[in-house]
């Protein structure tokens, strides 16, 4: 609503091959950054660039290979952990080398059908933990040049938390992240944090 905006007169670089986290309170604009950037949500005005390109001007399916958003409570379709990560893998010895890496392989094959396992949004016989990170895996099996995560991991349990900010940390030689996080461990590891305040830009951080 352009009398209520959701971001307000807001702007900031993200630079390439770093990791880029927003932060603030509650309803300050922070998801409204990553709704703009999917194309969920449509600005009203101003520009926003890719590599000197106004978005809006890229395909579809150029963009939505460039770029990749997980949120904190991941969808997942109706078939096993396998099958829902070799939509966007390469092969499965992929698959196993991403979930290693993230320290969730073993967690996985501990379950009785293994990567087998049914995976959906009600699924119970899966731990949320186990959930985000499969969610994770997907993204970073994707292989998207621009990884955007919301909030996902300030609710990692300790262990999957400190593998993923490794393997973010690696990732960030040929990746853009940007990830929405209110954590200050979290936080620490960004190369900038961009902090807000009713849907506006507070300050900036390098």
Do not use: W
Request: proline share 1%.
């Amino acid at each position: 609503n352009k009398k209520d905006p959701i971001l307000d007169n807001v702007s900031f670089v993200v630079n390439a091959n770093s990791i880029t986290a927003i932060t603030g309170p509650t309803g300050s604009g922070k998801t409204g950054v990553l709704d703009v950037l999917m194309k969920m949500n449509k600005k009203h005005t101003g520009n926003i660039l890719i590599d000197d390109i106004e978005y809006e001007k890229i395909d579809d399916m150029v963009f939505y290979n460039l770029i990749s958003l997980v949120r904190k409570e991941p969808s997942f379709f109706d078939l096993s952990i396998k099958d829902n990560l070799m939509l966007v893998a390469g092969n499965f010895k992929e698959v196993k080398k991403v979930c290693s890496k993230l320290g969730i392989h073993d967690e996985i094959m501990s379950l009785k059908e293994g990567y087998d396992t049914n995976i959906n949004n009600s699924s119970s016989k899966i731990s949320i933990n186990l959930k985000r990170g499969i969610a994770i895996a997907r993204v970073i099996l994707k292989k998207s040049k621009i990884i955007m995560l919301d909030e996902i991991v300030d609710t990692l349990e300790e262990d999957l938390q400190n593998n993923v900010l490794n393997v973010l940390c690696e990732l960030k030689n040929n990746h853009t992240i940007l990830l929405i996080s209110r954590e200050s461990d979290i936080l620490a590891h960004a190369d900038k944090v961009i902090y807000f305040e009713s849907n506006k830009v507070k300050r900036k951080r390098n």
